[in-house]
T-cell receptor, first 113, second 112 residues
């Protein structure tokens, strides 16, 4: 079946450090891939997405590239800020005769000033 | 623009009491609707989804139920709450299954 695997957290970085949060997936077809972010006490919100292989999603300095050959969608940011502290969820969504959206377990990021 | 509302924001209920959480969406028609639960420090668990009025699919058997009495209204219910029902409940909508999901602000439920 489909699955999403994220690196376990928490991840603690200093401000302006480089961020990578790994995400790999398994899917039977050609899913869309997403990164959602959840700030403390709030619901999730879309950070970025990619709908086909080699697409790069980007938003607010974050980037992720849909790599079909490695079944990965790693999230990166060149210089994190304290305000980036949140939980990040990788997800895939596939509609092949039924609803299949899978979320990863989430990775908590702490950014220190 | 579309908005999604959930209420209440916080709820403290005794074990064995009933539950009703409401979610409404504005600014779109015939959305897919979803209920998720997030236990403390954990990922998202899909509970129910709906593709139309009166159409509910359950992902996890449990003492919760869902209803969709109107196109943009989604209700999560329980007749008797368990301690294990505590968590953060999130409602979401999307245009279709493969599209972005838009989440509400969530309801934090504590069962004592």
């Amino acid at each position: 079946g489909n699955s999403v695997t994220q690196m376990e957290g928490p991840v603690t970085l200093s401000e302006e450090a480089f961020l990578t949060i790994n995400c790999t997936y398994t899917a039977t077809g050609y899913p869309s891939l997403f990164w959602y972010v959840q700030y403390p006490g709030e619901g999730l919100q879309l950070l970025l997405k990619a709908t086909k292989a080699d697409d790069k999603g980007s938003n607010k300095g974050f980037e992720a590239t849909y790599r079909k050959e490695t079944t990965s969608f790693h999230l990166e940011k060149g210089s994190v800020q304290v305000s980036d502290s949140a939980v990040y969820f990788c997800a895939l969504s596939e509609n092949t005769g039924g609803f299949k959206t899978i979320f990863g377990a989430g990775t908590r990021l702490f950014v220190k000033a | 623009s579309q908005t999604i509302h959930q209420w209440p924001a916080t709820l403290v209920q005794p074990v064995g009491s009933p539950l009703s959480l409401e979610c409404t969406v504005e600014g779109t028609s015939n959305p897919n609707l979803y209920w998720y639960r997030q236990a403390a420090g954990r990922g998202l668990q899909l509970l129910f989804y709906s593709v139309g009025i009166g159409q509910i699919s359950s992902e996890v058997p449990q003492n919760l139920s869902a209803s969709r009495p109107q196109d943009r209204q989604f209700i999560l219910s329980s007749k008797k709450l368990l301690l294990s029902d505590s968590g953060f409940y999130l409602c979401a909508w999307s245009v279709s299954f493969q599209e972005t999901q838009y989440f509400g602000p969530g309801t934090r439920l504590l069962v004592l």
